[in-house]
């Protein structure tokens, strides 16, 4: 299944496939575990009145935190979902044997938007100190999501299971290691004030 097949759980998103600036090109391929203290305008500023979306995955997580989640910097797509009301900043990313594709995206809603919108099957849990939900829907098979809260509003990390084979595969499955994943992206979200 290709990265455009990847369904993204996020409010009304779809992933809109275009090029993305690479670590290599930002000089940020060391996994250094913590966020990153520059400044820079937003690769899409909304026209809400909400916070702008300055964590930017696709340009502060480092490879080096890719690989050691077990995904290939080098798949890297952008997965921007970027309406007039909201912004989320993305990038999509596969492992090396295609076995699952991941999404990670910065958004601009609020941590309690996120809650309201999946309180029917998201569990509260935490991320290195930070306040998240595990979310995942049984009839949503071979898909999970951890949604992480940021100063701007809310990390995104979700993933698809990539099957060569029909039907799905064991719940068990479908979150095993996400939360994982995301306390190794997490150190590079700016705290705040």
């Given amino acids: 299944m290709a990265p455009s097949?990847?369904?993204?759980?996020?409010?009304?998103?779809?992933?809109?496939?275009?090029?993305?600036?690479?670590?290599?090109?930002?000089?940020?391929?060391?996994?250094t575990g913590s966020a990153s203290t520059t400044t820079r305008v937003p690769r899409h500023i909304d026209n809400s009145d909400r916070p702008q979306v300055s964590f930017d995955p696709c340009?502060?997580?480092?490879?080096a935190a890719l690989i050691e989640a077990g995904y290939d910097p080098k798949s890297e797509q952008n997965a921007d979902f970027t309406p007039d009301s909201y912004t989320f900043l993305g990038c999509s990313y596969d492992t090396p044997?295609?076995?699952?594709?991941?999404?990670?995206?910065?958004?601009?809603?609020t941590f309690d938007e996120e809650r309201e919108k999946t309180k029917?099957?998201?569990t509260t849990t935490e991320i290195n100190g930070r306040r998240a939900l595990?979310?995942?829907?049984p009839?949503?098979?071979?898909?999970?999501?951890?949604?992480v809260e940021t100063p701007d509003?809310?990390?995104?990390?979700?993933?698809?299971?990539l099957k060569d084979t029909p039907g799905p595969s064991p719940q068990t499955e479908w979150c095993a290691g996400l939360e994982d994943t995301a306390?190794?992206?997490?150190?590079?979200?700016?705290k705040g004030d």
Avoid at 100 to 109: A, F, K, M, R, T
């Fill in 5 to 31: 097949a990847i369904r993204i759980t996020v409010a009304l998103a779809a992933i809109a496939l275009a090029g993305c600036s690479s670590q290599a090109e930002t000089g940020q391929t060391e996994h």
């Fill in 59 to 63: 340009l502060d997580v480092p490879d």
């Fill in 97 to 109: 044997q295609r076995r699952y594709g991941l999404n990670v995206l910065s958004g601009n809603i």
């Fill in 120 to 122: 029917s099957y998201a």
């Fill in 134 to 137: 595990l979310e995942w829907e």
């Fill in 139 to 147: 009839q949503k098979s071979d898909e999970c999501a951890v949604s």
């Fill in 153 to 161: 509003g809310v990390l995104i990390v979700s993933r698809l299971i």
């Fill in 183 to 190: 306390r190794i992206i997490e150190p590079f979200i700016p």
